[in-house]
């Protein structure tokens, strides 16, 4: 997207950590804007990697790193967080992806250097206790979320009714899904380990949240039917090797594949019959947007936001009090492969979770040319 800032805008993202989705958010607007003259700043407690760095640059900002006040005090936080602030100077736009009550010092440290506008991103469903909500509700700040459910935790429903919250989509790069790749870049072993059985994939980081427990159980009760399958865990993170221990010592190893993180996601979800993810909650996942892309079947958990479904009749959302029937989904191979994939780009095109429409949105916004969009 090529144009000119007019209104000298610039971008500050305050997140506090790296990786995970407000990070590929971060990442893939700022690719999709690296030409639109509005440069993009990060201020972060971890450091980066090279590609989001990179992704960062490429529209003339960087990135810069703040003391954390649990470890080195708040007057080392305060400097750090005061002085990046003020380096930036006029028409800066605040866009922090830190909700609640840790995000007062960041508010009141921008009213101080006289920033104007200060976004606060919903990106989670999980429900906010009430003194995060009367915070989020109190200030004077720009609403974004990533759909419905995470709007009504963040700022409560009064805000989704009044339509004062900008849903922007979690996009993803539709080239890597619709470029005809197939999977003979996999490892023969792999190959071999998944031929002729039904392939359940999960991708997302090892986090209480994600309901590991349930999916061992599932895999426990798929095994003891003698189905023919495998199960692919994709991710990392603090429960890996609790989780790994789990399925060695309940003798599961020859119905689990755990794969890390990974960079071929999309070629992975085609070889999936079934994508699933029951979380306890969810934002709007990218993944679940991710497997709709590459026409692959997905069970929810009914927890999930609805807006997850693309309507392309692939996804299903399942109770998480019922195992059963996630057992009897699980226990024969999906027949929803083959869906035409100039209708899976159309919608999401039309939906826009093309980076370039959920861009296009997010550019919008920022030049005041749009404040609210539903999913």
Not at 130 to 159: D, Y
Request: net charge positive.
């Amino acid at each position: 997207m090529n144009a000119k800032n007019e209104a000298n805008i610039k971008v500050l993202h305050i997140m506090s950590g790296f990786g995970g989705g407000i990070s590929s958010f971060v990442k893939n607007k700022a690719q999709a804007l690296s030409l639109s003259g509005i440069p993009f700043y990060v201020l972060t407690y971890d450091e980066v990697d090279n590609g989001f760095r990179k992704s960062i640059e490429s529209t003339g900002g960087k990135i810069f790193l703040m003391k954390n006040p649990k470890t080195e005090g708040f007057k080392q936080f305060y400097k750090t967080v005061n002085e990046t602030i003020k380096s930036l100077g006029k028409g800066l736009i605040i866009h922090s992806h830190i909700q609640g009550y840790r995000v007062l010092p960041f508010y009141l440290i921008a009213k101080k250097n006289r920033v104007e506008r200060f976004i606060i991103h919903a990106h989670s469903g999980l429900l906010e206790n009430e003194k995060n909500r009367v915070v989020n509700k109190s200030l004077n700040i720009e609403k974004i979320s990533c759909g419905k459910k995470a709007s009504i935790s963040m700022f409560g429903k009064k805000a989704v009714e009044k339509k004062e919250i900008m849903h922007i989509p979690n996009s993803i790069n539709v080239n890597a899904y619709f470029n005809n790749r197939i999977q003979n870049t996999f490892e023969p072993d792999f190959l071999q380990r998944i031929k002729g059985k039904i392939v359940i994939g999960h991708v997302g980081r090892f986090h209480p949240v994600k309901n590991h427990s349930f999916m061992i159980d599932l895999i426990q009760r798929l095994a003891d039917l003698n189905i023919s399958f495998v199960w692919l865990f994709i991710g990392d993170g603090a429960l890996l090797t609790e989780v790994k221990a789990i399925i060695k010592e309940k003798g599961l190893d020859d119905y689990v594949l755990f794969l890390g993180r990974r960079n071929d996601l999309a070629e992975l979800y085609k070889v999936m019959d079934y994508f699933v993810l029951p979380s306890f909650y969810e934002g709007l996942p990218t993944v679940a947007i991710e497997a709709q892309a590459s026409g692959t079947q997905v069970l929810l958990s009914d927890s999930i936001t609805e807006e997850s479904d693309l309507g392309l009749n692939l996804v299903e959302f399942l109770s998480l009090a019922n195992k059963d029937e996630w057992i009897s989904k699980l226990s024969k191979p999906s027949d929803l492969k083959g869906l035409n994939s100039a209708t899976i780009q159309n919608t999401l095109v039309d939906k826009k979770f093309t980076n370039e429409e959920s861009a296009r949105l997010y550019l919008e916004f920022l030049k005041k040319e749009r404040s609210h969009y539903e999913i």
